[in-house]
């Protein structure tokens, strides 16, 4: 059996895309919208939590995971590059920081912030004195909150982590790598 992980969150359709383009599809749900079946035999895809991700990398229990830069900073894993997306970093003020990408932020040695939470940040936009640490990709849900993003900072690159993988599977995804460049 061959397990998948794809993220929860923002990469999640970029990694179903990458998936097609190797054609491995969903067919089924198997297990409340976390494990999917597919097309193929013995593959099947699991949805899981960004910071549950890397623990589970360390014990081998994927075969292939697709994952974001901010995840795996400083991590020594065998992994291949797929695709950079443009990201913004916003921040709205100075005087509370509030965020969850607290890897992103140690990376770029931004200690100042004040807590780190693991749900939406929206709830945080009413509250006048607190800042917000976000990465969006289209900055909609910020327009959506009259906020303009005031900082790019860099782009965001997706990666295949691989352990136990049949070499056409990752002579595809390499392929796929060379072709979008």
């Known amino acids: ?101 607290h890897n992103v932020l140690n990376y770029y040695k931004m200690h100042n912030f004040n807590l780190k939470i693991y749900s939406s940040l929206e709830f945080f936009l009413n509250f006048k004195k607190k800042g917000i640490i976000d990465i969006t990709e289209t900055n909609k849900t910020l327009y959506k909150n009259f906020l303009h993003p005031n900082n790019f900072i860099f782009k965001i690159d997706l990666f295949v982590i691989y352990t136990n993988i049949k070499k056409d599977i990752l002579n595809n995804l390499t392929n796929y790598v060379k072709n979008q460049k």
């Open 1 to 101: 059996m061959i397990l998948i992980s794809v993220p929860k969150g923002r990469n999640f359709f970029f990694s179903l895309n990458i998936l097609k383009y190797i054609r491995i599809f969903i067919i089924k749900i198997i297990h409340r919208k976390v494990l999917l079946k597919t097309n193929r035999n013995n593959i099947y895809i699991v949805i899981i939590k960004n910071k549950d991700l890397l623990k589970l990398i360390k014990y081998k229990i994927f075969n292939l995971s697709i994952v974001g830069k901010d995840l795996i900073f400083k991590k020594k894993i065998k992994k291949i590059k797929l695709i950079s997306f443009k990201t913004c970093l916003y921040i709205n003020n100075n005087i509370y920081i509030i965020t969850k990408y």
